[in-house]
T-cell receptor
Framework: DGGITQSPKYLFRKEGQNVTLSCEQN?????MYWYRQDPGQGLRLIYY???????QKGDIAEGYSVSREKKESFPLTVTSAQKNPTAFYLC?????????????FGPGTRLTVT | DAKTTQPPSMDCAEGRAANLPCNHS???????VYWYRQIHSQGPQYIIH???NNETNEMASLIITEDRKSSTLILPHATLRDTAVYYC????????????FGAGTQVVVTP
């Protein structure tokens, strides 16, 4: 099955610890994205990457870091600098089809920091 | 950036058509209208998109007004599995790959 895998589904961490969320896709998509969703709100873009070894900050990149060493992988690290890390994190990917495209989302990781 | 306005919630009876409105009065000529939906605690799912012509696929129909200032997503025969938050999104011009998600419309399909 082609798709996007995020693991784990639920993650618990103590305050002050860095944590890395996994995102893998086998759709051969060029672009990948990380979003954050808080209860009752829409998605907000954290980082995105159009090609390997390149990525751009989204609207709320502070306290987060990413890497894109392989086309199929785009891990997100939530650092201790992120003030409110508890949230639902969603990874997405998209093909490039001349400007018209859609994003395919993974199942999400729910991070709880206490 | 073109902004979208959607009603916060709406109910629909199972088997009936659900018509979801969206206003995007500041949309630019080269911006597309996208619709996604998110079932509780899952990742969003792409539904349909369009520029100025009406579009239909296996999930839904998209009707865009001639002036492109508003659109309507139509779920022709709503089922209980269509209960979700529906997002109307205009692709942000100049920012490759970026989708601006608002609060969406919570649709509840009732038996």
């Amino acid at each position: 099955d082609g798709g996007i895998t995020q693991s784990p589904k639920y993650l618990f961490r103590k305050e002050g610890q860095n944590v890395t969320l996994s995102c893998e896709q086998n759709l051969n998509h060029d672009a990948m994205y990380w979003y954050r969703q808080d209860p009752g709100q829409g998605l907000r873009l954290i980082y995105y990457s159009q090609i390997v070894n390149d990525f751009q900050k989204g609207d709320i990149a502070e306290g987060y870091s990413v890497s894109r060493e392989k086309k199929e992988s785009f891990p997100l690290t939530v650092t201790s600098a992120q003030k409110n890390p508890t949230a639902f994190y969603l990874c997405a990917s998209s093909p490039w089809t001349g400007g018209r495209y859609e994003q395919y989302f993974g199942p999400g990781t729910r991070l709880t920091v206490t | 950036d073109a902004k979208t306005t959607q009603p916060p919630s709406m109910d629909c009876a199972e088997g009936r058509a659900a018509n979801l409105p969206c206003n995007h009065s500041t949309i630019s000529g080269n911006e597309y209208v996208y619709w996604y939906r998110q079932i509780h605690s899952q990742g969003p799912q792409y539904i349909i998109h369009g520029l100025k012509n009406n579009e239909t696929n296996e999930m839904a129909s998209l009707i865009i007004t001639e002036d492109r200032k508003s659109s309507t997503l139509i779920l022709p025969h709503a089922t209980l599995r269509d209960t979700a938050v529906y997002y109307c999104i205009v692709r942000v011009d100049g920012s490759w790959g970026k989708l601006q998600f608002g609060a969406g419309t919570q649709v509840v399909v009732t038996p």
